[in-house]
């Protein structure tokens, strides 16, 4: 059974800095693409960052490259993402997703940045 639990949500002052993390199970995150995606209010999800399956070779959005940096532990069967130097834009509900089969997406951990 595919699951993905995200963590490491929570409140940052602009320029702050944030690791989320995504636990994966009935799957090996090595084997399939991993994607994180943002929800803003008001508005649809946006991709952030894309972790390659096989060699994890990392893909970012342009409103995060250069802040944020997207990562695999094959050992844990765990992806992280790294954001710094955080934005008032950064605010949302980040998800972790995968497609095995099917398009598979964690609950969701909400970030703000907030002064």
């Known amino acids: 059974q595919v699951q993905l639990v995200e963590s490491g949500g929570g409140l940052v002052q602009p320029g702050g800095s944030l690791r989320l993390s995504c636990v994966a199970s009935g799957f090996a995150v090595s084997d399939y693409a991993m994607t994180w995606y943002r929800q803003v209010p008001g508005k649809g999800r946006e991709l952030v960052a894309l972790?390659?399956?096989?060699?994890?070779?990392?893909t970012h959005a342009g409103s995060v490259k250069g802040r944020f940096a997207a990562s695999r532990d094959n050992a844990k069967n765990t992806v992280y993402l790294q954001m710094n130097k955080r934005k008032f834009e950064d605010t949302g509900v980040y998800y972790c997703?995968?497609?095995?089969?099917?398009?598979?997406w964690g609950q969701g951990t909400q970030v703000t940045v907030s002064s």
């Open positions: 972790i390659s399956w096989g060699d994890g070779s990392t």
């Open positions: 997703s995968v497609h095995v089969g099917r398009d598979y």
